[in-house]
T-cell receptor
Framework: AQSVTQLGSHVSVSEGALVLLRCNYS??????LFWYVQYPNQGLQLLLK??????LVKGINGFEAEFKKSETSFHLTKPSAHMSDAAEYFC???????????FGKGTRLHILP | DTAVSQTPKYLVTQMGNDKSIKCEQN?????MYWYKQDSKKFLKIMFS???????INETVPNRFSPKSPDKAHLNLHINSLELGDSAVYFC???????????FGQGTRLTVV
């Protein structure tokens, strides 16, 4: 069975500050992990993915995430927040050949001017 | 070209009615999904199809019936709509199981 826990349903950071969104996973098979972003009234857009290659994954819009097996974590970071980063962020897990992707409950990112 | 498209985008209907949501993907993917997003933004998988075959039915009431006429389409029909069915429904597709999913824009269903 697989699951994802996102710590913090709301995170606020100042514009220009570091963004850190936390995600811990549980998986009985080697996981594939994703971060998605959802802007208001829109669908989900893939930010980045980990599929057992490099543990540090770079994505779109300056985001990156690091897979840490020992900590079962896949935290999302961005060095400098921009107002346009305000959105809902979802961490998700699946496994090779798996038939479903399990999502965390989401973290709303607020950017303070 | 929209990769995964859903229609309609908004759907307002009365309790007891039957409605359908259509989904099409032009990515050549083999796997398609329906997800339900509730008012707290929680995303829960409802169904997973692979090459037109139902793979996963996540304890969804049998008032919900997906249909896949071909691997590019996965429609969702809902009978006897209830207030609790109000949510945003997302269609998604992936190249295969275990790959990233591409999502449609969602259908906001409101049952009154």
């Amino acid at each position: 069975a697989q699951s994802v826990t996102q710590l913090g349903s709301h995170v606020s950071v100042s514009e220009g500050a570091l963004v850190l969104l936390r995600c811990n996973y549980s998986s009985s098979v080697p996981p594939y992990l994703f971060w998605y972003v959802q802007y208001p009234n829109q669908g989900l857009q893939l930010l980045l993915k980990y599929t057992s290659a490099a543990t540090l994954v770079k994505g779109i819009n300056g985001f990156e995430a690091e897979f840490k097996k020992s900590e079962t974590s896949f935290h999302l970071t961005k060095p400098s927040a921009h107002m346009s980063d305000a959105a809902e962020y979802f961490c998700a897990v699946t496994g090779k050949g798996d038939d479903k992707i399990i999502f965390g409950k989401g973290t709303r990112l607020h950017i303070l001017p | 070209d929209t990769a995964v498209s859903q229609t309609p985008k908004y759907l307002v209907t009365q309790m007891g009615n039957d409605k359908s949501i259509k989904c099409e993907q032009n990515l050549g993917h083999d796997t398609m999904y329906w997800y339900k997003q509730d008012s707290k933004k929680f995303l829960k998988i409802m169904f997973s199809y692979n090459n037109k075959e139902l793979i996963i039915n996540e304890t969804v009431p049998n008032r919900f019936s997906p249909k896949s006429p071909d691997k590019a389409h996965l429609n969702l029909h809902i009978n006897s709509l209830e207030l609790g069915d109000s949510a945003v429904y997302f269609c998604a597709s992936s190249r295969q199981g275990g790959a990233e999913a591409f999502f449609g824009q969602g259908t906001r269903l409101t049952v009154v």
